[in-house]
């Protein structure tokens, strides 16, 4: 953990009074190691010789502070809404650092973003065509796209983003004349993609595809400057390996019946973020930068085959720049057992404050006692599963059967650590009215503040009038 998350934890009455202050759950938040993460992308990339820019994926955390970090630390923002793109706009983010990814583009989002030089990574031609169609009604400014690739999918797995190459060829061809002359009404600034997963190799495999459509525009008169291979940029939760590969096999015992269940109904798990993978960020990025693209009489690093282009690379990490940037506290409100027996540790929180697409969160959550000086309602050692507030049977936080060495009290604090990253918000909800958990960022001193995203929100809510009846 992060030095901060350890001395915030390490402090009970601290953490009591910004759940008392703030509601439970609060979101804690720290952007140094923001500065840090970005960094080391952008300093591996210069030392493969390949101007590296980072856009923070602002899906992953909506707080505020996180873009600020991120346009102070010379990087951009990749947006996935016209809110998130009106924010940033807001925030006073240049448009040239901004590039729009969101997978659905109202005509409302696109003006908005050609308004302002904000890149549209081009999601299909009958987008495209909708931007030639902004560009040639309105001369005051030309849309900056990135088409974005669907690779081969004989290579690798189908994907609904992007199209495929040879129908990017043929869009880009079809209005350059005979003799190179550009008389497309956008300008081909990059190109773009959008690939699962997390794999190197991969992404070499879809840069080839990449560089093929570079050259077309270069072809057809455009100068792209980029290719950007989107996110995907790894992390990992956890230092040791064994204890990763030990769950795996603990887990697929009880999967395969020949173990004990550890998860609640005994959900297999199958479907987890990787918690443990090396290498990650900066070892990553130099193994795909040394990697090798092309037909293979004619390979080439992938660091190379940019720089032989005069181009950038670009990436759009979430998570793997958020890694030590976040932490959930939640009060426990009562325990109990289920009607069988099950003993429940009810928190104050929804799932939702506290989950992605995967089936459940991996690190472990801290107790905090809130006093040492009295004995736990629950004896040393006794185990339980954490439910939330939703009216639901399956209401479960965490999805595994947890033991608490120190025992455990009504009124105490789990705290999960390392939650900016896609589980604080990416599919959070205020279902049965319950509010938002708050978002509150320390300062370098430690100093707690209000990230702008709940004063905007949250302070409007509050502050209007109940309504006449």
């Known amino acids: 953990?992060?030095?901060?998350?350890?001395?915030?934890?390490?402090?009970?009455?601290?953490?009591?009074?910004l759940v008392e202050k703030h509601?439970?759950?609060?979101?804690?938040?720290?952007?140094?190691?923001?500065?840090?993460?970005?960094?080391?992308?952008?300093?591996?990339?210069?030392?493969?010789?390949?101007?590296?820019?980072?856009?923070?994926?602002r899906k992953?955390?909506?707080?505020?502070?996180?873009v600020d970090t991120a346009v102070r630390a010379?990087?951009?923002?990749?947006?996935?809404?016209?809110?998130?793109?009106r924010q940033v706009l807001d925030r006073g983010v240049p448009g040239g650092r901004v590039i729009l990814s969101a997978a659905v583009k109202p005509d409302r989002l696109l003006r908005l973003a050609v308004d302002h030089g904000v890149t549209v990574s081009v999601d299909s031609v009958v987008e495209l065509d909708r931007l030639r169609d902004l560009g040639a009604s309105d001369g005051s400014r030309r849309p900056r796209?990135?088409?974005?690739?669907?690779?081969?999918?004989?290579?690798?797995?189908?994907?609904?983003?992007?199209?495929?190459?040879?129908?990017?060829?043929?869009?880009?061809?079809?209005?350059?004349?005979?003799?190179?002359?550009?008389?497309d009404p956008v300008d081909v600034v990059g190109v773009h993609l959008h690939l699962h997963g997390y794999s190197a190799s991969d992404r070499l495999v879809a840069l080839e595809d990449a560089l093929h459509l570079i050259d077309t525009a270069v072809d057809a008169g455009h100068r792209p400057e980029f290719v950007d291979?989107?996110?995907?940029?790894?992390?990992s939760y956890l230092d040791d390996e064994a204890q990763w590969n030990r769950f795996q096999s603990t887990r697929q015992a009880m999967a395969d019946g020949a173990g004990g269940a550890f998860t609640w109904k005994s959900d297999p798990l199958a479907n987890t973020y990787p918690f443990h993978q090396a290498p990650v960020r900066g070892g990553w990025l130099r193994e795909l930068l040394d990697g090798r693209v092309g037909q293979q009489r004619q390979q080439e690093t992938a660091a190379l085959a940019l720089t032989r282009r005069g181009l950038r690379l670009h990436?759009?990490?979430?998570?793997?720049?958020?890694?030590?940037?976040?932490?959930?506290?939640?009060?426990?409100?009562?325990?109990?057992?289920?009607?069988?027996?099950?003993?429940?540790?009810?928190?104050?929180?929804?799932?939702?404050?506290?989950?992605?697409?995967?089936?459940?969160?991996?690190?472990?959550p801290i107790l905090v006692r809130v006093s040492d000086d009295i004995a736990p309602?629950?004896?040393?050692?006794?185990?339980?599963?954490?439910?939330?507030?939703?009216?639901?049977?399956?209401?479960?936080?965490?999805?595994?059967?947890?033991?608490?060495?120190?025992?455990?009290?009504?009124?105490?604090?789990?705290?999960?650590?390392?939650?900016?990253?896609?589980?604080?918000?990416?599919?959070?909800?205020?279902?049965?009215?319950?509010?938002?958990a708050v978002n509150v960022v320390l300062d370098a001193d430690g100093t707690p503040k209000v990230d702008d995203i709940d004063t905007a929100v949250h302070g409007t809510a509050q502050s209007s009038p109940p309504p006449r009846l």
């Not at 291979?229 to 992390?235: E, R, S, Y």
């Not at 069988?340 to 929804?350: A, F, H, I, R, S």
């Open 229 to 235: 291979l989107g996110g995907g940029v790894p992390m």
């Open 377 to 436: 309602e629950r004896a040393p050692g006794s185990e339980g599963f954490l439910v939330g507030a939703y009216c639901i049977e399956d209401e479960v936080i965490i999805r595994r059967r947890l033991r608490f060495p120190e025992g455990i009290s009504t009124g105490d604090i789990i705290a999960v650590p390392n939650t900016a990253g896609y589980f604080m918000h990416i599919l959070e909800s205020a279902s049965h009215q319950i509010p938002l």
């Open 23 to 57: 509601g439970s759950p609060v979101n804690v938040l720290r952007t140094a190691p923001m500065v840090r993460n970005m960094a080391e992308l952008r300093d591996v990339g210069a030392d493969a010789g390949v101007e590296t820019r980072v856009f923070y994926a």
């Open 1 to 17: 953990m992060e030095p901060w998350v350890v001395s915030l934890l390490s402090d009970s009455s601290r953490c009591r009074t």
């Open 315 to 364: 990436l759009e990490p979430g998570r793997s720049v958020l890694d030590g940037c976040g932490v959930i506290l939640a009060r426990v409100a009562f325990l109990k057992d289920r009607s069988d027996g099950v003993p429940l540790v009810g928190v104050e929180m929804n799932r939702t404050q506290c989950r992605t697409t995967s089936d459940d969160i991996l690190v472990d």
């Open 145 to 183: 796209v990135a088409p974005r690739i669907a690779p081969d999918p004989s290579r690798l797995p189908p994907t609904r983003f992007g199209e495929r190459l040879r129908v990017w060829e043929e869009a880009l061809r079809d209005l350059s004349s005979s003799t190179g002359r550009l008389t």
């Open 74 to 85: 010379g990087h951009g923002v990749d947006v996935a809404s016209e809110r998130e793109l």
């Open 60 to 66: 992953a955390n909506k707080a505020l502070c996180f």
